[in-house]
């Protein structure tokens, strides 16, 4: 198994500008999660799914955040418009299950916006 | 306020030397615990997860412990590598509906030859 796919590994972008960030979960893994690690607050959790459906998105910072998973081998994180404190690693994860199951991670994707 | 708190901030040891992460968290109620492992520029490994009713827990060189009691774990490396350099994290879920994660901030290990 390839493990969890992100896309793109870095992206450079300019302020205002709309970005949009990709993840394929494990197959056969039914939970998907989105964070995003700084070197200030360092990994926090912004939105997690079960079987596709939105279970918890209260660590999305703010509307211009928005995630969504159209089937069970991909997920979107959005964010329109970017702004330079978006600037971090985002991470995708998936699990067998929500609960007490192993989390496998993705290489994360690097966003720098100017 | 749920919480967790990891000490030491960073830590340096010589190859072959054992150390101690230590975890203590304020998260209630408690469901579990994990220990992962990042290295530079990747996404966290998991090394073990641990439940209310489990005290330790070994993957390999790694050993955690749990004291639910006192609300406090350890990650213990036993003859440490150079490829253990890396930071700890520790992550409590809290026993709600979803899985609410609380992160810690992570130690950052360093093993030099």
């Known amino acids: 198994d390839a493990g969890v796919i992100q896309s793109p590994r870095h992206e450079v972008t300019e302020m205002g500008q709309e970005v949009t960030l990709r993840c394929k979960p494990i197959s056969g893994h039914n939970s998907l999660f989105w964070y995003r690690q700084t070197m200030m607050r360092g990994l926090e959790l912004l939105i997690y799914f079960n079987n596709n459906v939105p279970i918890d998105d209260s660590g999305m910072p703010e509307d211009r955040f928005s995630a969504k998973m159209p089937n069970a081998s991909f997920s979107t994180l959005k964010i329109q418009p970017s702004e330079p404190r978006d600037s971090a690693v985002y991470f995708c994860?998936?699990?067998?299950?929500?609960?007490?199951?192993?989390?496998?991670f993705g290489p994360g994707t690097r966003l720098t916006v100017l | 306020k749920n919480q967790v708190e990891q000490s030491p901030q960073s830590l340096i040891i010589l190859e072959g030397k054992n150390c101690t992460l230590q975890c203590n968290y304020t998260v209630s109620p408690f469901s579990n615990l994990r220990w992962y492992k990042q290295d530079t520029g990747r996404g966290p490994v998991s090394l073990t997860i641990?439940?209310?009713?489990?005290n330790t827990k070994s993957n390999g060189r790694y050993t955690a412990t749990l004291d639910a009691d006192t609300k406090q774990s350890s990650l213990h490396i036993t003859a440490s590598q150079l490829s253990d350099s890396a930071s700890y994290i520790c992550v409590v879920s809290a026993a709600q509906a979803g899985t609410a994660l609380i992160f810690g901030k992570g130690t950052t290990l360093s093993v030099s030859s």
């Open positions: 994860a998936s699990s067998i299950r929500l609960a007490s199951d192993t989390q496998y």
């Open positions: 641990m439940t209310f009713s489990e």
